[in-house]
């Protein structure tokens, strides 16, 4: 179904499978294959490839020559119907590919709201990426990858597959993640090691001296304390009675991962 206020190039091809909402703006030559949702007032530029079952939130902007819900790179993928979701007000800029699920994994992809993907970006199968987040050209993510709200991702930098970056944090560019990042964390480096907390970014997005001041001291619990992961996580459970903001970091602790940068 197309909405009637939909502004519809005559030189793309669009699926009869195709759920096309208000106000889209879909310009030439692009192609929507198979199930395709489209939420209101998305715009797709022209040469854009988007593949279903795939299902579009509100106000996207999605850049020529980007690939949005291609089947995966997995060599376990044949053909099976897996399906991506990107939520509301995104911007997917030139040459970015976002691939769908796999059934041996979360059978779909997840994208949040209000992120920023910038020229070339690769979201593969079973990722799944929060909210307000910003992938810097060529950021990588492998299949399996979880990714926090308010993550900033530097230029080519890449992450390991079922690899983890916790909320807030900061991976430097060129930076090659094979173990996880907690929140709040900037990470930088091949292979990655971390630098400190991401200030700059909490400071920016509100949080106070004191949540900052209860953040750095959670950092060095868990890395200048000579504490194993086990050791810090009830340190920083009581830490986090008092401040909050800390609890997270616990929680990233306690999930058994690839292990932390170190």
């Keep these: 179904m197309i909405d009637s206020s939909a502004v519809i190039a ?15 703006i879909i310009k030439d030559h692009v192609i929507i294959e198979g199930p395709v949702s489209v939420g209101e007032g998305t715009v797709i530029e022209p040469f854009c490839v988007l593949r ?15 690939s949005i819900g291609e089947g995966c790179q997995d060599l376990k993928y044949k053909g099976e119907p897996t399906e ?18 796999t059934v041996q994994g979360l059978n779909d992809t997840r994208v949040g709201s209000r992120n920023l993907f910038m020229v070339n970006t690769h979201v593969a199968h079973d990722c799944v990426v929060g909210d307000d987040c910003i992938f810097s ?56 090691k971390p630098f400190g907390i991401n200030k700059v970014g909490l400071s920016r997005r509100g949080f106070t001296e004191e949540q900052i001041g209860a953040i750095r001291k959670a950092y060095m619990i868990i ?20 401040f909050p903001c800390v609890k997270i970091m616990a929680d990233f602790l306690r999930e058994n991962g690839r292990g932390i940068v170190r």
Excluded: W
């Design 137 to 192: 050209n060529n950021a990588t993510l492998a299949g399996h990858v979880t990714i926090g709200d308010h993550v900033i991702f530097g230029g080519l930098a890449a992450i390991h597959q079922f690899g983890r970056v916790g909320a807030h944090a900061f991976v430097a560019g060129m930076a090659a993640l094979n173990m996880d990042v907690p929140p709040y964390v900037m990470a930088a480096g091949h292979y990655a």
């Design 52 to 66: 279903g079952p795939t299902f579009i939130g509100k106000r996207n902007h999605i850049y020529q020559f980007a």
């Design 10 to 24: 005559k030189s793309a091809q669009v699926s009869a499978e195709a759920q096309i909402g208000k106000d889209v």
């Design 223 to 242: 890395y200048h304390k000579h504490n194993t992961v086990e050791e810090a996580i009830p340190q920083l459970d009581e830490l986090a009675a008092e």
């Design 84 to 101: 991506l979701h990107i939520g509301d007000d995104n911007t997917i800029r030139e040459h970015c590919t976002m691939h769908r699920g």
